[in-house]
């Protein structure tokens, strides 16, 4: 499931919603792909450390824990930072997936 965000500048951005297949074949680097350097530092380090104290077994670990979370951490970081829902359906399937809550709607005259 997808949902388009945009900004005030009219810079819009198409988000998945759910598990992230992108990050659980290829780690950080999707992350890293997207500008999120903050997470995809997150997901590198966190892989070091768990190969490390597993002796490089479990250095999978972290990968297949932030596939399930990373799209959204991903979208509430873009919410954070000033992207809103493009259009109704967006946000009903963010409400849906738990991303955003409903509000109350302003009506303008």
Do not use: C
Not at 30 to 57: C, E, Q
């Amino acid at each position: 499931m997808h949902a388009t965000l945009k900004n005030d500048a009219g810079l819009s951005k198409e988000v998945k919603i759910g598990f992230s297949w992108t990050t659980f074949f290829f780690g950080f680097i999707p992350a890293l792909i997207r500008g999120d350097l903050k997470w995809a530092s997150i997901m590198f380090i966190t892989g070091v450390l768990a190969a490390i104290f597993t002796f490089g077994f479990g250095a999978w670990i972290p990968g297949i824990i932030f596939s399930f979370v990373y799209n959204k951490i991903y979208i509430k970081d873009l919410l954070e930072k000033g992207y809103r829902p493009s259009n109704e359906e967006a946000e009903s399937k963010l409400q849906q997936a738990g991303i955003i809550t409903a509000g109350p709607r302003t009506q303008s005259a």
